[in-house]
C-alpha cells in the first residue's frame, strides 16, 4: 500500500463514526473519492460516487462507514456519565479504556470507570460485565461542570487509533467496517483507469451496525443490477477459535468470498473465475441465511439484486483492538475491479 491510500486509510480508521454519526468520516472518504468522481451524499449520510454512470448493468458496491460506541444518556450529580451502548458491546473487555465524547465543540477525554476489584464482592465477580457496571469519568466535580462539556446525545468512542504491528498487519479500533468502506474506494481507485463496460456505485454506507439500513435506501436509490458488499469476517486463525465451526479463514490468506442464501450463484462463480484469472488469492465461507452485512439489504430491495459477499479477515471483531491484513485489502480491491472489468451488458444474473 503506498503512503498516500496508507494516509486515507488510517485518517478514515480514525475518525470517529458511530452509527448515526457519520458525517465527519463520510466527508474523509469524499475526500479521496472526490480525486476521481463525484461523491455525493443523502440525508442519511450515505456518500456514493458513479464511474461511467451509463453503462450497464449497474454495480453497487457497498462499505459501511459506521463502526459501534456509546451514545451518553444521563450525567448524575456527581458529574458521571452514564450511556448506552451503539451497536453491539462487548461489555467485558471495556473497563479501563480511555474515551472520547465527542461534542459540538470538539473532543472531551474520559475513562471508563468501574468499581476496582478489591470491592468486588466474591460472587460478582463470577459474573460478566453489564452496562449498568460502568460510567464515564471526565474528572468534573459535579453535574453543572459536566454539563459544560457534555451533552446527552453526544457519541462516544473508544480513545485509540491505527497501528502497524508486522507482516503488513495493522491494528485499530474500527476495522469493522472502515476497511471495507476502504476497499470500496481503492476498487473505483483501480476502475477509474480503466475503460469498463459497467456503471459502478460506490457507496460508503450508514448505520450497518442497527439494522443495516443504510444500505436498504442507497440501493432503494441506485437500483443496481448486480449490490456487493465488503465487509469484515472473522479470522479462525487464533487461539479457542474453532474452523469448523466458522470456516477457515486466515489472515493474510486474500478476501473471502461468501456462498449461501444471500449470494447470487453467477455474481460468485464470476467473482471466484476473476480470482483464479487475475492469480488472486481468495477463501471461502458460508452463510446458511442471512450474512448479517448489506448484502441481506440490497438483495430484497425493489424487485431483487444479484448479491453477494467479500470479506475481510478480522481478529478480535467488535473490540478495540481488531487485527486486518494490508494484503488483504489490496486483494479484494483488485478481486474486485478483476470481476467489474469482466461485465457487458450482455451477462445475465439469473441463476
Same mark, same amino acid.
Given at each position: 500500500?503506498?503512503?498516500?491510500?496508507?494516509?486515507?486509510?488510517?485518517?478514515?480508521?480514525?475518525?470517529?463514526?458511530?452509527?448515526?454519526?457519520?458525517?465527519?468520516?463520510?466527508?474523509?472518504?469524499?475526500?479521496?473519492?472526490?480525486?476521481?468522481?463525484?461523491?455525493?451524499?443523502?440525508?442519511?449520510?450515505?456518500?456514493?460516487?458513479?464511474?461511467?454512470?451509463?453503462?450497464?448493468?449497474?454495480?453497487?458496491?457497498?462499505?459501511?462507514?459506521?463502526?459501534?460506541?456509546?451514545?451518553?444518556?444521563?450525567?448524575?450529580?456527581?458529574?458521571?456519565?452514564?450511556?448506552?451502548?451503539?451497536?453491539?458491546?462487548?461489555?467485558?473487555?471495556?473497563?479501563?479504556?480511555?474515551?472520547?465524547?465527542?461534542?459540538?465543540?470538539?473532543?472531551?477525554?474520559?475513562?471508563?470507570?468501574?468499581?476496582?476489584?478489591?470491592?468486588?464482592?466474591?460472587?460478582?465477580?463470577?459474573?460478566?460485565?453489564?452496562?449498568?457496571?460502568?460510567?464515564?469519568?471526565?474528572?468534573?466535580?459535579? =453535574?453543572?461542570?459536566?454539563?459544560?462539556?457534555? /451533552?446527552? #446525545?453526544?457519541?462516544? $468512542?473508544? @480513545?485509540?487509533? +491505527?497501528?502497524?504491528? !508486522?507482516?503488513?498487519?495493522?491494528?485499530?479500533?474500527?476495522?469493522?467496517?472502515?476497511?471495507?468502506?476502504?476497499?470500496?474506494?481503492?476498487?473505483?481507485?483501480?476502475?477509474?483507469?480503466?475503460?469498463?463496460?459497467?456503471?459502478?456505485?460506490?457507496?460508503?454506507?450508514?448505520?450497518?451496525?442497527?439494522?443495516?439500513?443504510?444500505?436498504?435506501?442507497?440501493?432503494?436509490?441506485?437500483?443496481?443490477?448486480?449490490?456487493?458488499?465488503?465487509?469484515?469476517?472473522?479470522?479462525?486463525?487464533?487461539?479457542?477459535?474453532?474452523?469448523?465451526?466458522?470456516?477457515?479463514?486466515?489472515?493474510?490468506?486474500?478476501?473471502?468470498?461468501?456462498?449461501?442464501?444471500?449470494?447470487?450463484?453467477?455474481?460468485?462463480?464470476?467473482?471466484?473465475?476473476?480470482?483464479?484469472?487475475? =492469480?488472486?488469492?481468495?477463501?471461502?465461507?458460508? /452463510?446458511? #441465511?442471512?450474512?448479517? $452485512?448489506? @448484502?441481506?439489504? +440490497?438483495?430484497?430491495? !425493489?424487485?431483487?439484486?444479484?448479491?453477494?459477499?467479500?470479506?475481510?479477515?478480522?481478529?478480535?471483531?467488535?473490540?478495540?483492538?481488531?487485527?486486518?491484513?494490508?494484503?488483504?485489502?489490496?486483494?479484494?480491491?483488485?478481486?474486485?475491479?478483476?470481476?467489474?472489468?469482466?461485465?457487458?451488458?450482455?451477462?445475465?444474473?439469473?441463476?
Amino acid at each position: 500500500m503506498d503512503s498516500k491510500n496508507m494516509a486515507f486509510l488510517k485518517k478514515l480508521v480514525e475518525t470517529p463514526s458511530p452509527s448515526g454519526y457519520e458525517a465527519a468520516a463520510s466527508k474523509v472518504w469524499a475526500e479521496f473519492v472526490g480525486e476521481f468522481a463525484s461523491p455525493e451524499r443523502d440525508v442519511h449520510g450515505n456518500c456514493w460516487a458513479v464511474l461511467n454512470p451509463k453503462g450497464k448493468p449497474v454495480v453497487m458496491l457497498a462499505g459501511h462507514i459506521d463502526e459501534i460506541g456509546l451514545i451518553v444518556t444521563y450525567i448524575d450529580g456527581n458529574g458521571f456519565i452514564h450511556f448506552s451502548a451503539i451497536g453491539g458491546i462487548d461489555w467485558n473487555i471495556m473497563p479501563g479504556s480511555r474515551v472520547y465524547v465527542h461534542t459540538e465543540n470538539g473532543d472531551v477525554l474520559g475513562v471508563l470507570g468501574r468499581k476496582p476489584i478489591h470491592l468486588i464482592k466474591p460472587d460478582d465477580r463470577k459474573r460478566g460485565v453489564e452496562e449498568r457496571d460502568l460510567w464515564i469519568d471526565i474528572g468534573a466535580q459535579n =453535574k453543572k461542570e459536566a454539563e459544560k462539556l457534555v /451533552s446527552v #446525545g453526544d457519541p462516544v $468512542t473508544i @480513545a485509540v487509533g +491505527m497501528e502497524e504491528l !508486522r507482516n503488513n498487519i495493522v491494528v485499530s479500533r474500527a476495522c469493522d467496517d472502515k476497511t471495507g468502506a476502504y476497499v470500496v474506494a481503492r476498487t473505483m481507485q483501480l476502475l477509474a483507469k480503466k475503460k469498463i463496460q459497467a456503471a459502478v456505485y460506490g457507496v460508503a454506507t450508514v448505520q450497518e451496525e442497527i439494522g443495516l439500513r443504510g444500505a436498504r435506501t442507497s440501493a432503494f436509490r441506485i437500483d443496481p443490477d448486480v449490490g456487493i458488499a465488503i465487509d469484515v469476517t472473522h479470522a479462525s486463525d487464533q487461539p479457542t477459535v474453532d474452523p469448523k465451526q466458522i470456516g477457515d479463514v486466515k489472515l493474510g490468506g486474500g478476501p473471502v468470498i461468501c456462498r449461501g442464501p444471500n449470494i447470487n450463484p453467477v455474481v460468485y462463480r464470476r467473482l471466484v473465475q476473476a480470482a483464479k484469472k487475475s =492469480k488472486l488469492s481468495y477463501q471461502l465461507e458460508a /452463510s446458511g #441465511g442471512g450474512t448479517g $452485512t448489506d @448484502a441481506n439489504a +440490497m438483495q430484497i430491495s !425493489r424487485a431483487g439484486v444479484a448479491t453477494a459477499l467479500v470479506s475481510i479477515p478480522n481478529r478480535y471483531m467488535h473490540t478495540p483492538v481488531e487485527l486486518v491484513s494490508l494484503d488483504d485489502l489490496e486483494g479484494a480491491a483488485k478481486l474486485l475491479a478483476a470481476f467489474i472489468e469482466d461485465l457487458t451488458s450482455k451477462v445475465s444474473f439469473i441463476p
